[in-house]
């Protein structure tokens, strides 16, 4: 399974960007999708997910300004984020997963992109 990551960019505070995840591969049996993000010193941390029936999941920091979404056809992700904040800075991560477990938890993911930056002016 390969993912790609990609609609990240450089933006200034209350502004949007949808990043894409488009997977490709052996894709069958995936339960879901989800978003990490990680800032220079910090750790990855989880932002949104879905899973492959349609349920989704969001960090707190997040709810209410992002939101997740899928097409099964096209086997791509999407994050939907709107009124970006300077500490919404990080690259972020798509990552699919195949067994249970946590969708907050990075180490239930089974494959990751390689990431696309996202940068947030004040």
């Known amino acids: 399974v390969q993912l790609q990551a990609s609609g990240g960019g450089l933006v200034q505070a209350g502004a949007s960007l949808k990043l894409s995840c488009a997977a490709s591969?052996?894709?069958?049996?995936?339960?879901?999708t989800g978003w990490f993000r990680q800032a220079p010193g910090k750790e990855r941390e989880f932002v949104a997910a879905t899973s492959t029936s349609g349920t989704t999941y969001y960090a707190d920091s997040v709810k209410g300004r992002f939101t997740i979404s899928r097409d099964n056809a096209k086997k791509s992700v999407y994050l939907q984020m709107n009124s970006l904040k300077p500490e919404d800075t990080a690259i972020y991560y798509c990552a699919v997963k195949y067994y249970s477990g946590s969708y907050y938890s990075a180490g239930s993911y089974d494959y990751w992109g390689q990431g696309t930056l996202v940068t947030v002016s004040s």
């Open positions: 591969g052996r894709t069958f049996g995936s339960i879901g």
